[in-house]
């Protein structure tokens, strides 16, 4: 099985891939160099994770309408990228490489970098607002953008992103790590996941139930990923190891333990499996991929 | 006249100052930080001039919707705001204070700056998304929303910045003046403007007529400031004077002479004046702050 998930993953990965290509903008006219910097990290690779939990929700839930998903998938990669961009820069993280690629600011410098960031959040929801045609669709449109403009935002992603910056080098509590990991981590699955549903024209019950189950994957991805820092190996892992510990970090292992944070892995993935299994529709893809994310290897 | 003009403009800031201060996030959770870095600039002063025109335009137009209107007002202002934040980074701008006040990057540290601007960016399209209904009138809303989203971007305010930063120390042709200039000045001004129009019900003729009115202002505005920085004293335009001649920086009067930057801010003003007046609308305070804006001392 875990070779046929990959290969499926890769395929749905190629498959968002020309999608998100035929959302970027054209490398043209005096502000080119943005948009260059932006198209860069856009094409950084990566699994595509988050418009494929979008895509493979709405169809799910029955949604048809490429021209009404798609925009929104291509508007949640933008806003995963400019996160990164902005992260990595000397400020925050200082990261001069991810996946073994030069980081925007070490290619095109820090001024543009940050205008990269700040063109990509612009832009994905310039490029969601296309979906909106006119009529009165757009009211289901409407409440997708709420969500679109939430989740990533300071009550999400960003309020996430803040606490693990400010306090990186204090010992924090549980309640707060699980801020950050629901937050810097959660929120934007629950944003696709929630998207996918809404746009579909899922009940105001499903789409509950579809942000319940991101945020248990979510943490589950999240913990797990504490976890592999302190039992894998570099070579498993494809990045170094132990690095939590070497920097004092406060993980979900080092407050609750390894064979807890290992139970509670498990039992967060059971309880977002669980509650899939009673929506009455199937996407035995996505069912795979929840599993997937939850106890990955890398 | 003047003096009236401006006690108006006073009163009218003080009032949009009190709708601007209830759309603030209250600074408390983990994240309070970045709320704190956010509203500190907020709360930086400054006459409010975008959402005043939008405001003006929407009441010109027979808007009566404050709770349609004000999410828009204070989401341009946010997305003004942030610009401002990340305009005064080291890696560009690298400006540590703005009106006598110290810069965010100074006062909470650069990675909080950036993340304060990347919060006031979403936050204005989050704060904006609560002017949808869940009815038909979202239709209208979205169209608003397109504007809100495509104006400040990289085909507008963005797209004026990054050829400002990039082409700083080159001779610069009058055709990529003017794109710097449409696009970082006048792109926020239209921005504020057609969604006023939009959202009181302008038609689409009208709306077209506004967006004609603001790019003019806005140029009118953005040439008088480069001929202030020659013909002015420091002490009357309450900042340093000839700044642009030291830095060797082409402007509109550097490439068009004096006599005709002079005669250009007089001929774009009354063209958007005249444009003003051909409307069935009244706003007389409107029309007074256009010519205040294009032709103001400070």
Redesign the interface.
Known sequence: METSINKQIQEKTNHIESILASYL?EEK???K???AA?NYTMNAGGKRIRPMLMEETYLMFGGKDRNLIEPFMAAIEMIHT?SLI?DD?P??DNDDYRRGRKTAHIVY???????A???L???A??T???A?R???R??T???A??V???K????GM??????D???EDKEISLD?LL??HK?KTSALIECSMMIGAILAGASQEEIHTMEGIAQKIGLAFQIQDDILDITSTQEELGKPVGSDQKNNKNTYVSIKGLTQAMEDVQAYTNSAIEDFDTLPYKNTYLRDLLLYLSGRKN
């Open positions: 903008p006219g005096y502000q160099s943005v948009l932006m400019y902005h820069l400020a925050l410098g820090e001024a543009l970098a940050i205008l960031g700040d063109g959040l612009n832009y929801f310039e969601a607002s296309k909106f006119g009529d009165s757009d009211i449109t409407a409440k953008f709420q679109l403009a939430s990533p935002g300071i009550y960003i309020g996430g992103q803040t606490a910056v400010v306090d707060e801020f950050i937050n």
